[in-house]
């Protein structure tokens, strides 16, 4: 099943990224977006269309960013505020802006105060969606960091043995330097399936394996099928035996990092979408030696993936690898998007009349 | 498979936990270990058993810890050393310590540090095995901080695809402090099951469930059935299509956070057992309010346990509630240690001219 994720070419128009940066921003613009914060939100769209994470890219999200700036659910300029803040740490009220263009700015602090006392913790509470949480973790490698991005979001997975959702796909991601090897980044949603890419199995009308979803009264569905009308998402694991009270205590740890600590209430309780968000940066410096960290990381990815393959599989991947491969490719090539997506950033695009060619 | 893992009364015998501790820490001075590091890790054992969590108890773990004193592979009196440090990092060599008496040296580093800038992590290199993880974290609870611990150990899981083991079990706790209710503790390996669960299946002839364990040539073993001979551990989930990459991510994320990050070498390369570990603490004071924070924790960890249980399933759990209730029950009636146990430990006690009546 997990074949189907990637798009079908036929039906695909490669656009550059420059271009596409661009249309994105001038869209975030004329949803109320200063000039600054659109651009950045653009880039962190179009990062995640480049690294070949559709799910979190512009086909994907910006519809319902749009959407969420035209009902007034989402904020274009919100006043952020530092309501508590020590050498180390410091808790933001994000005012419903989208934590998209928030993040990055919580991740600068939180590298700015790396610099100082070795590590930095942000806290986001009352935020929205923040896109690919890697590209937040990825902005500490440039400073010789670690960075580390954890985002909760409403409630779609069940805990283990429950039949209702109260927990997010709360993602966690976590960025390290190499040197002549792409960086380590890890990025992953504590379900066993991101909800989205659900949408694409029941327009494809795909096969899903076993306990991947449960049905509507939360039993697991344990043998392979076709995707039912109602159903919930589970941890990672699925089941009990295959260790799904460790995606749900995860999921759980999220939202204790996000929205108890920032003092807000948990993101998977209650009944609308709420965000909260955490950043860290880990000054490798301040640890160790940055030349000696980024070699022996080259030597310890290089080894991972010179891993003798187990039978019927090509290579063993770490996390970042397809990514940085993807980036290469669509850098060159452009973006594969939807004929559909395309069709509707030229709307976009005539009715806002912004002069951009597709 | 799970209900294996329960201690078969029949075959126990109780033992209270402050014999317990008393015997336990005669042996750690037998083996050379000075008095107060030697009652700390009697303590870190006893109180592993007194959760329940026996597989990081006095029955599994002081043979090891006594071996390896005796083979001369763990350090009694280790020259423990900070090597570099900055307002809220430390990186500590632990000049091959048994980790369950340095991890809470560089815990309490963390807090103080913590109270001043709002978090402390500590990195230690060079070390042996540090116990249940979750000892160490939950040391930030009484100082009303969330905790943080990890270890990378070893070699015994396989990369998603891969044939060969690379990684270890390297497990991950998280606690976090409530106010009426049972703190929340998290402590889980990455990989789907625990090595030494394991050994208990074999010992038993259980069935193990499909998708748990691979073959010697690295198939994973899709169906149900005895344990074969040889196998590999895998990463939480299990297969790919389970989310399998996801813990193999976090295995190397420990593995970037105990090693890489303290100056090390992966502990899971290479051809002798390695530990290294990190620990962490964050000051909910510093980023919103402690009286706050516990009441959510309360209501939320309530409305989780709340949470309808699904077809067959008789309650939902939370992280660190079994412990609680295990350490509630063991507290009063002793700790059901294994008749086979108590005879060394007596043998032990004898040997070793320790006064003490099991």
């Known amino acids: ?56 890219g512009v086909s994907n999200m ?39 263009m928030v993040a990055p700015k919580a991740m600068a602090m939180a590298i700015a105060k790396a610099k100082e006392t070795g590590i930095g913790t942000v806290t986001m509470r009352n935020g929205n969606h923040l896109g690919m949480a890697s590209y937040h973790a990825m902005l500490a490698l440039e400073h010789d960091m670690v960075g580390m991005c954890m985002t909760a979001v409403g409630a779609s997975m069940l805990p283990t043995f429950g039949s209702e959702p109260r927990l997010g796909t709360n993602p966690i991601a976590i960025a390290a330097p190499a040197g002549e090897m792409h960086p380590f980044v890890l990025d992953i949603a504590t379900t066993v399936v991101a909800g989205n ?47 799904s009270h460790k995606g749900y205590g995860l999921a759980m740890v999220v939202e204790i990092m ?33 030349p000696e960290f980024k070699a022996r990381m080259d030597q310890w ?31 060159a090539k452009g973006i594969p998007l939807h004929v559909e997506v395309v069709e509707w950033l030229r709307g976009v695009a005539q009715e806002y009349a912004i002069p951009v060619a597709l």
Request: glycine share 12%; hydrophobic share 40%.
């Open 301 to 331: 990815l290089r080894t991972m993936e010179a891993t003798p393959p187990a039978p019927g599989h090509e290579r063993v991947l770490t996390p970042g690898q397809l990514e940085a491969e993807a980036e290469v490719e669509r850098g």
């Open 62 to 100: 910006l519809r319902n960013y749009v959407a969420g700036y035209n009902r007034g659910a989402i904020n274009p300029r919100p006043n952020i505020k530092v309501v508590q803040e020590r050498r180390a740490t410091a808790t933001i009220d994000c005012d419903l802006g989208l934590g998209v």
């Open 197 to 243: 890419k659900l949408g694409l199995v029941r327009r494809l009308g795909a096969t899903i394996p076993g306990n991947w979803i449960a049905d509507g009264r939360g039993s697991i569905i344990s043998e392979p099928g076709l995707l039912p009308a109602e159903y919930k998402l589970l941890p990672i694991g699925g089941t009990r035996e295959m260790g």
């Open 1 to 56: 099943v997990l074949s189907i994720f990637k798009p079908d070419e036929s039906e695909t128009i490669r656009i550059d990224a420059p271009s596409l940066r661009k249309l994105v921003a001038a869209i975030f613009e004329r949803c109320g977006v200063p000039e600054d914060d659109a651009a950045l939100g653009a880039d962190v769209l179009v990062t995640a269309d480049l690294r070949g994470v559709d799910s979190h």
């Open 258 to 290: 996000c929205s108890l600590l920032a003092g807000a209430e948990p993101a998977g309780i209650g009944d609308r979408g709420r965000y909260n968000h955490m950043v860290a940066a880990y000054d490798i410096d301040a640890f160790s030696s940055v």
